[in-house]
């Protein structure tokens, strides 16, 4: 199932999305963006997520 990752402007950078096929990817990219202060979801899995919420799931092993 794919991960779509969604990034609002920032100052410098204009708003941005990726797709992953892994959700640990997807989180990878989260983390990246949100670092640049940019606010950051993921969806995927019937829902939208956080990149927080993403990483519990992972760490808890929700269903994909």
Same mark, same amino acid.
Not at 24 to 29: N, Q
């Given at each position: ?26 989180? /990878? ?10 606010? /950051? ?24």
């Amino acid at each position: 199932m794919p991960y779509i990752v969604q990034a609002d402007e920032s100052e410098d950078h204009s708003a941005v999305s990726k797709t992953h096929e892994d959700r640990k990817d997807a989180l /990878v990219t989260a983390v990246k963006w949100g670092s640049e202060g940019r606010k /950051v979801r993921i969806i995927g899995n019937g829902r939208i997520y956080t990149p927080t919420e993403l990483a519990l799931s992972i760490i808890n092993e929700e269903p994909r």
